[in-house]
């Protein structure tokens, strides 16, 4: 799947992927956020992704033209997990529109884990 976005030079298209490692990427930056996660469905245990596969941890569709992106995290255990959540989603929100041009309607983001050190 691929966003299009058209204006008077032409279309754009961009693929989910590259929307995904955008997403990935801005949130990994983010305070409290130790990586993207990817739960097995078979097993239902959670992995946390490196950094070559952070778009994994992200899930890119369209809604009435405008982006939903679902994003999975492992956070740092003693964080307040709604500070971080706030600004994680308005960051990954700003880029994403910042970068590609094309709106963005939810960031919804899902705490897979807690990682203890």
Do not use: P, Q
Not at 2 to 27: C, P, T
Not at 34 to 47: E, H, P, Q, R, W
Not at 83 to 99: C, D, M, P, Q, R
Request: hydrophobic share 45%; with cysteine; glycine share 6%.
């Amino acid at each position: 799947m691929s966003a299009k976005l058209l204006n008077e030079l032409g279309m754009i298209e961009i693929d989910s992927d590259v929307i995904a490692k955008i997403a990935g990427f801005e949130a990994t930056k983010c305070y409290g956020v130790v990586g993207m996660a990817f739960k097995n469905k078979t097993d239902g245990l959670v992995s946390l992704l490196r950094r070559e596969s952070i778009s994994k941890g992200v899930h890119v569709s369209i809604k009435e033209e405008k982006l939903v992106i679902d994003l999975h995290i492992v956070a740092e255990f003693g964080i307040n997990i709604a500070e971080i959540s706030k600004n994680i989603v308005s960051n990954v929100k700003y880029v994403i529109e910042k970068l590609t041009g094309f709106s963005v309607a939810e960031v919804n983001l899902f705490v897979d884990s807690v990682r203890v050190d």
